[in-house]
T-cell receptor
Framework: KQEVTQIPAALSVPEGENLVLNCSFT??????LQWFRQDPGKGLTSLLL?????REQTSGRLNASLDKSSGRSTLYIAASQPGDSATYLC??????????????FGQGTILTVHP | IAGITQAPTSQILAAGRRMTLRCTQD?????MYWYRQDLGLGLRLIHY???????GKGEVPDGYSVSRANTDDFPLTLASAVPSQTSVYFC???????????FGQGTRLTVV
């Protein structure tokens, strides 16, 4: 059974810092990996999707990398802002017919960026 | 604005009652999903549908049922609610099973 772990569980940084959130997964046979953001009391907002054949994806100040063989992904946030404060969730979709379309989530990293 | 609409936003329900959570998407996505989010347990898949007319069980399907009569709607029914079904429920969709997933705003359900 796929297990997804996110480290750290919580992170507090001053505004302007560059930071890295980590995600690891136990089974490297995945279709893709997706990073989400969740604000308190809200739904999930998709940030980046990396296909299993890709090494990284970029969107604005966000860069996500994927090392499928080692079961790791990182989300890099450049020049952090208070508006980046949220919970960041990593989710993987396993390869294999019965797993198609199903995401396994990590517990998330709670990020606080203070002015 | 295109997206996923869930209703109700929140609900307090007496144990033993039947409840249907509604989910509608207007993106013409083929695949739809129901997840529940619980503190300390994260998000877990309840049921899914890869295309209209088909459904499947996720990780925690017991006590829940779904139907997919058309592309846009994917209701989740609790036949007889129990307190352990207190949770935040999220509906999601994707164009196909292996593309980017989009989530609704959630339904906060409390079973008392």
């Amino acid at each position: 059974k796929q297990e997804v772990t996110q480290i750290p569980a919580a992170l507090s940084v001053p505004e302007g810092e560059n930071l890295v959130l980590n995600c690891s997964f136990t089974d490297s046979a995945i279709y893709n990996l997706q990073w989400f953001r969740q604000d308190p009391g809200k739904g999930l907002t998709s940030l980046l999707l990396i296909q299993s054949s890709q090494r990284e994806q970029t969107s604005g100040r966000l860069n996500a990398s994927l090392d499928k063989s080692s079961g790791r992904s990182t989300l890099y946030i450049a020049a952090s802002q208070p508006g980046d404060s949220a919970t960041y969730l990593c989710a993987v979709m396993d390869a294999g017919g019965t797993s198609y379309g199903k995401l396994t989530f990590g517990q998330g990293t709670i990020l606080t960026v203070h002015p | 604005i295109a997206g996923i609409t869930q209703a109700p936003t929140s609900q307090i329900l007496a144990a033993g009652r039947r409840m249907t959570l509604r989910c509608t998407q207007d993106m013409r996505h083929n695949a739809m999903y129901w997840y529940r989010q619980d503190l300390g347990l994260g998000l877990r898949l309840i049921h899914y549908s890869n295309t209209a007319g088909t459904t499947g069980k996720g990780e925690v399907p017991d006590g829940y049922s779904v139907s997919r009569a058309n592309t846009d709607d994917f209701p989740l029914t609790l036949a007889s609610a129990v307190p352990s079904q207190t949770s935040v429920y999220f509906c999601a969709s994707s164009l196909t099973g292996d593309t980017e997933a989009f989530f609704g705003q959630g339904t906060r359900l409390t079973v008392v």
